[in-house]
């Protein structure tokens, strides 16, 4: 399956845009048609590549947004205001355009349907959209396993998939600026917004926790500060480039 991919064995794939879907004002979900795709799995990832004409190339990794649906791939793409791909991506490429892409990436920080273990889901911006895939996935195979999802995000109009969070366990956490009505001020995630019954250390919940570099390792340590199990804690982070 993809989880066993090797990236060096990888090799690029010209996709098509099929659809664009704004998220936030800054954030776009791009809908891929990739002839050939393998599948993947939710938590897996891709490397997209532009190349100018006068043949300078950058890529970037951007995680899959949606489970697998045949030749269709997913990608929600925040615009960094001076990056080198995120500005292309979410400004000029239009349904149409090609794009070169290769993956699935990454075989660790994935969720399987085959799991009937809870799973506690942390994300930090667009830490999120990994996670998104995950909850897709367990909807789309229909699992029972419950699912709970703490998402730090800075403001409401920062809040990816807003409308379909509505449905889920999902808990949203404001870090600058809260939504009229909300009772918990704004603040940076803290031991007191862990979920406590069911899904304590007790639990022995998966945890996956995605975000900038610094929400991983904060709240990383703090599931193990109040008992989670280190090996069950998994990770993964990115730098200002979403890279």
Do not use: N
Request: a negative charge; charged letters at 20%; one cysteine or more.
């Amino acid at each position: 399956m993809a989880g066993t991919a090797v990236p060096g064995r990888l090799t690029w794939r010209v996709a098509t845009v099929a659809e664009r879907r704004m998220e936030t004002p800054t954030a776009l979900t791009l809908v891929l048609k990739v002839p050939g795709w393998p599948g993947h799995l939710a938590g897996q990832h891709v490397d997209v590549r532009l190349t100018a004409e006068d043949g300078y190339s950058t890529q970037r990794s951007y995680s899959l947004a949606a489970p697998a649906d045949g030749e269709l791939v997913e990608l929600t793409v925040q615009r960094v205001d001076d990056g080198e791909v995120s500005p292309y991506l979410t400004e000029i490429l239009r349904v149409g355009d090609p794009i070169e892409l290769r993956g699935p990436v990454g075989g660790w920080f994935v969720w399987r349907a085959t799991s009937e273990r809870p799973v506690l889901l942390l994300a930090g911006g667009s830490g999120v959209v990994p996670l998104m895939a995950m909850i897709r996935a367990r909807r789309q195979a229909g699992s029972s396993a419950p699912f709970r999802l703490l998402y730090s995000v800075r403001s409401p109009d920062q809040v990816l998939y807003a409308k379909e969070l509505e449905g889920e366990e999902a808990t949203l956490l404001y870090t600058r600026a809260v939504p009229a009505g909300e009772a918990r001020p704004a603040g940076r995630l803290s031991v007191g917004d862990l979920p406590g019954d069911g899904w304590g250390p007790e639990a022995a919940p998966d945890c996956f926790v995605c975000g900038p570099t610094g929400f991983v390792e904060f709240a990383a340590d703090l599931l193990v500060d109040v008992g989670h199990d280190p090996a069950r804690i998994k990770t993964e982070r990115f730098g200002p480039t979403g890279g």
